[in-house]
């Protein structure tokens, strides 16, 4: 499945792990629309999860965690593992910010601190790299 990955797909893994969330959302979007699955469930998955962090950026908390859940289980859900990027990893990344967001002040999301809580650390997107 790697090999048939469009360029745009690698563009939005690296809008996403340089914090562009909205561009990696719009990126990933337009292949989502015209995707199938298995590949429509990894898009939407990692789109989901882009938007929560871009709504965490603009302190909306609640938008954060709706989308946060809903990309975690689109991701749960994706059984192709073969795309070159760590699924699995991306999973534990994200579920443990979402937990950590769960247990953070609303008082440090609504001021913008939330950067400083050592336990929020971002989910990044792992590139395997395959041996030949």
């Known amino acids: 499945m790697s090999e048939d990955l469009p360029q745009e797909f690698w563009q939005g893994v690296e809008q996403f792990n340089s914090g562009q969330f909205y561009?990696?959302?719009e990126t990933l979007e337009a292949l989502?629309?015209?995707?199938?699955?298995?590949?429509?469930?990894?898009?939407?998955?990692?789109?989901?999860i882009a938007v929560a962090?871009?709504?965490?950026?603009?302190?909306n908390l609640r938008g954060?965690?709706?989308?946060?859940?809903?990309?975690?289980n689109r991701l749960r859900r994706y059984l192709d593992n073969d795309?070159?990027?760590?699924?699995?990893?991306?999973?534990?990344?994200?579920v443990k910010f979402f937990?950590?967001?769960q247990?953070?002040?609303p008082e440090k999301i609504a001021s913008g601190d939330w950067h400083e809580?050592?336990?929020l650390r971002l989910p990044r997107i792992s590139i395997i790299q395959k041996s030949q």
């Open 23 to 25: 561009a990696c959302h």
């Open 53 to 59: 962090l871009y709504h965490l950026s603009n302190r």
């Open 32 to 48: 989502w629309i015209e995707a199938t699955e298995p590949e429509k469930s990894l898009y939407q998955g990692i789109l989901q």
């Open 99 to 101: 937990k950590a967001l």
């Open 103 to 105: 247990q953070t002040d």
């Open 117 to 119: 809580t050592a336990a």
């Open 83 to 94: 795309c070159s990027i760590n699924v699995d990893e991306l999973l534990l990344e994200s």
């Open 64 to 72: 954060a965690m709706i989308l946060l859940g809903e990309g975690i």
